[in-house]
């Protein structure tokens, strides 16, 4: 059987920069992903290191990156508010140009194709809101990486849904916040699972409305996840399961706690790889 190691990357918002924390303790112990398969801010990550390849360097610029995201405002906090005024019609400022040019500032070119990337391959998940089901951008290799990144990440109220070749495509989380799936789709044969999902209430949310949809997104995401792990197990995969979640909630649109996060998923990966001896890099056995 062909050796394919592959890193699924979950959306999260702000928290993806414990990803990085945790992709530097995995190079430190010599993984080498063929695979990468990312969702909403996880596709972020994947695309830097399909681009920049998967070194110390490489995570060095995607921590500087993230770092710069800080003053950015990309999401801004007043969620419950712009969601009102697009149900109303209202113009509201869209945070979407804003993303483009700061990917593209990093390196993802708008001509950029999957086929660009031979190894390690990258794979991102949208949701197509007409169908109920996740695409997998990048199956075919002359799609638009930086359109496929775009899709994945339009997390309404701050980026509308798409209308694409009769689909309607938004954040990959709606349907598949740990693409788990999508990774045994193409092939997957060991799993990293980097995962952000993080059910506890966070700061900044008020009571009511807010609090409620916040807890239903919650909901289905964590249930979601867990059904995506009960398929990687029933069909023999196996998975190292690295669970995100810094010591107190943060909300995904705060940008304000990088630097602790990275440093907490290096932590978190770190002691899930002592726990985890066995799961090495490294040929199959048997």
């Known amino acids: 059987m062909e050796e394919k190691l592959t890193f699924v990357l979950s959306g999260g918002g702000s928290r993806g920069a414990l990803q990085v924390g945790a992709l530097y303790a995995l190079l430190e112990e010599g993984f080498q992903p063929d695979l990468l398969v990312g969702t909403s801010i996880g596709s972020v990550n994947a695309t830097f290191l399909a681009i920049n390849g998967f070194s110390k360097d490489s995570l060095d610029h995607l921590a500087a990156a993230w770092r710069e995201v800080v003053d950015m405002d990309l999401l801004p906090a007043n969620y419950f508010w712009l969601a009102i005024r697009t149900m109303m019609g209202r113009s509201y400022s869209d945070p979407s140009r804003r993303i483009r040019e700061f990917l593209v500032a990093h390196g993802l070119s708008e001509e950029m194709r999957f086929?660009?990337?031979?190894?390690?391959?990258?794979?991102i998940v949208s949701s197509?809101?007409?169908?109920?089901?996740?695409?997998?951008?990048?199956?075919?290799?002359?799609?638009?990486?930086?359109?496929?990144?775009?899709?994945?990440?339009a997390l309404p109220p701050w980026v509308l849904p798409v209308k694409r070749h009769n689909r309607y495509l938004m954040d990959g989380g709606v349907v598949s916040n740990l693409p788990v799936q999508p990774?045994?789709?193409m092939g997957a044969t060991r799993i990293v699972a980097l995962d952000l999902t993080d059910v506890r209430d966070t700061p900044?949310?008020?009571?009511?409305?807010?609090?409620?949809?916040?807890?239903?997104?919650?909901?289905?995401?964590?249930?979601?996840?867990?059904?995506?792990?009960?398929?990687?197990a029933a069909r023999g995969v196996?998975?190292?399961?690295?669970?995100?979640?810094?010591?107190?909630p943060i909300a995904l649109w705060d940008f304000r706690h990088t630097d602790e996060?990275?440093?907490?998923?290096?932590?978190?990966?770190?002691?899930?790889l002592k726990e985890h001896p066995g799961f090495r890099p490294g040929p199959l056995k048997g």
Request: glycine letters at 6%; proline letters at 6%; a negative charge.
């Open 204 to 232: 900044g949310v008020a009571e009511g409305v807010p609090a409620f949809l916040e807890k239903l997104s919650m909901a289905v995401e964590r249930r979601q996840a867990d059904l995506e792990l009960e398929l990687a």
């Open 183 to 185: 990774a045994l789709r």
């Open 128 to 153: 197509d809101l007409n169908s109920g089901q996740p695409v997998l951008h990048g199956d075919d290799l002359d799609e638009n990486v930086l359109d496929a990144v775009l899709f994945s990440s």
């Open 115 to 123: 086929a660009d990337f031979q190894s390690p391959r990258l794979v």
């Open 261 to 272: 996060l990275m440093e907490q998923g290096y932590e978190i990966a770190r002691q899930v």
């Open 238 to 248: 196996p998975l190292l399961y690295l669970g995100l979640a810094s010591p107190s």
